[in-house]
Nanobody
Framework: EVQLVESGGGLVQAGGSLRLSCAAS????????IAWFRQAPGKEREGVAW????????YYPTSVKGRFRLSKDNARNTWYLQMNSLKPDDTAVYYC?????????????????????WGMGTRVTVSS
């Protein structure tokens, strides 16, 4: 059974940085897409970063591009979301997710329905 555990959330001032971690276990996919989503109070869940295992290609929406960056530590089966220049609008619960499809375009087009396994989330609060 795939398990994803997020950590690293917390309270940070606007302009600050946080690094979220997603530790995976029971993971046997040869090729896959990892993504980070977030859900702010009263809003729908939205994707903020995707990475393909096959070539490391990534996608970030305009709202976070240039501020957020995905990376992975294959040896630790852990993925990271580095978040810089944080804004109060970034306040949300952040989730990592995985699907055994390495092609980003179809996965991204499906939003959260494109992902099969989810963590429980970690809360990020950005104060102004």
């Amino acid at each position: 059974e795939v398990q994803l555990v997020e950590s690293g959330g917390g309270l940070v001032q606007a302009g600050g940085s946080l690094r979220l971690s997603c530790a995976a276990s029971g993971f046997t996919f040869a090729d896959y897409t990892i993504a980070w989503f977030r859900q702010a109070p009263g809003k729908e869940r939205e994707g903020v970063a995707w990475i393909s295992s096959t070539d490391g290609s990534t996608y970030y929406p305009t709202s976070v591009k240039g501020r957020f960056r995905l990376s992975k530590d294959n040896a630790r089966n852990t993925w990271y979301l580095q978040m810089n220049s944080l804004k109060p609008d970034d306040t949300a619960v952040y989730y990592c997710a995985v699907v055994d499809t390495p092609e980003l375009a179809p996965v991204i087009s499906m939003g959260d329905e494109g992902m099969d396994h989810w963590g429980m989330g970690t809360r990020v609060t950005v104060s102004s």
